[in-house]
């Protein structure tokens, strides 16, 4: 069974900086295409940033593009969520979530494709 855990969140002043990490555990990280995704209050989970199982294919959804970047690292089992220039509006639960693929480059960016999740850490952006 795959475990992801996420860490990394916390209080942050409009502006600043914050990078997130979800390690996972339990199965062959290498095979799994990532993502991250966010659920603010009273909102819906939606899309934040996905990374193909070989780590060469990235996507980002417009609210962030240009200010987050997706990475990973298959040698730590680890993903990646630098979150640069942050606004009161990136404030969320954030949560990793993990696609068992055969497609090197693969990028999916809707939560029901996805079969692992992590519990999810609080990022709050302060104006």
């Known amino acids: 069974q795959v475990q992801l855990v996420e860490s990394g969140g916390g209080l942050v002043q409009a502006g600043g900086s914050l990078r997130l990490s979800c390690a996972a555990s339990?199965?062959?990280?290498?095979?799994?295409?990532m993502g991250w995704f966010r659920q603010g209050p009273g909102k819906e989970r939606e899309f934040v940033a996905a990374?193909?199982?070989?780590?060469?294919?990235?996507a980002y959804a417009d609210s962030v593009k240009g200010r987050f970047t997706i990475s990973r690292d298959n040698a730590k089992n680890t993903v990646y969520l630098q979150m640069n220039s942050l606004k009161p509006e990136d404030t969320a639960v954030y949560y990793c979530?993990?696609?068992?693929?055969?497609?090197?480059?693969?990028?999916?960016?809707?939560?029901?494709?996805?079969?692992?999740w992590g519990q999810g850490t609080q990022v709050t952006v302060s104006s």
């Open positions: 979530a993990g696609r068992g693929v055969l497609n090197a480059y693969g990028l999916w960016t809707r939560p029901n494709l996805y079969d692992y």
């Open positions: 339990g199965g062959s990280f290498s095979t799994y295409a």
């Open positions: 990374i193909s199982r070989s780590g060469d294919n990235t």
